[in-house]
């Protein structure tokens, strides 16, 4: 009922309440080709402001998925701008965290395998160990972690094995060797929580040791960093499709 309300209001507002002779012409005088043309911008506009609703909807719907505690809060809102924002800057600190809080906001709408991609960009920040982020938000190994164990049956994540065996071997500039052991670093943690995931068997590709994957973390790393990826690691149980970390 509602719904027809509804389209009946919008048709009397695009035809402005006139109708037409046979001449072609509104009750008003104005001749029927303006008339069209006013109908069709009045639709424009209403079809617009109905898209900005159902998008402002959208975003003020509940979270659906709980907050990981690996990140921090999201502001209301986030959207695609969160990061094109930094386009043009150095992707430092304030980049690091719009990638964490983003990823936040991806994954309590219920996009885990966008989630991970913004985990992926956090991971390629330019940083040195010394910015005060790091303090709170240490490089998201723990919250890769969380996200791959929690992400529901029903949510999309893809296959974050595959997708970081690849991602490491096909890394690119700028700082391809600490991008590339923390891509490989991200698949070691796929295949402890998730060991029921299978590589590409079609990608030929050396897959490094944990030995080896900490060793250049170290070498390429922050400072501390292997240790943190080593501790993350060794505390993660080995999980079952749809099992809870909790």
Known sequence: MFVHETVAV???????GFSRDG????????????????AGLSLVRFVAFVGRVIVWFILLMPPALPACPHLPAARPGLNWRTL?????????AEFYHDCLEYAQALWQRGLA???????????????????????????????????????PPDIFVGNPRVHFQHYADRMNEPRREPRRWR???????A????????????????????????AQLQAH??????????????????????????
């Open 10 to 16: 919008a048709k009397r507002r695009v035809t402005g």
């Open 23 to 38: 001449l072609g012409m509104s009750r008003d005088g104005r001749d029927g080709r303006d008339a069209h043309a006013s």
């Open 84 to 92: 094109h924002v930094h386009r043009e800057d150095v992707r430092g």
């Open 113 to 151: 395998a966008r989630a991970l991609l913004c985990l992926d960009r956090a991971m390629g920040a330019d940083l040195d160990g010394s910015e005060p982020v790091l303090r709170d938000w240490p490089m998201p190994y723990a919250a890769m972690a969380w996200l791959i164990a929690q992400t």
């Open 183 to 189: 891509a490989w670093a991200c698949w070691a943690i």
């Open 191 to 214: 295949r402890a929580v998730r060991p029921d995931l299978a590589g590409d068997p079609k990608h030929q590709v050396r897959e490094p040791t944990r030995d080896e994957i900490a």
């Open 221 to 246: 790393g922050l400072p501390g960093e292997a240790e943190l990826w080593s501790s993350v690691l060794v505390g993660l149980p080995k999980m079952s499709p749809g099992e809870s970390m909790a």
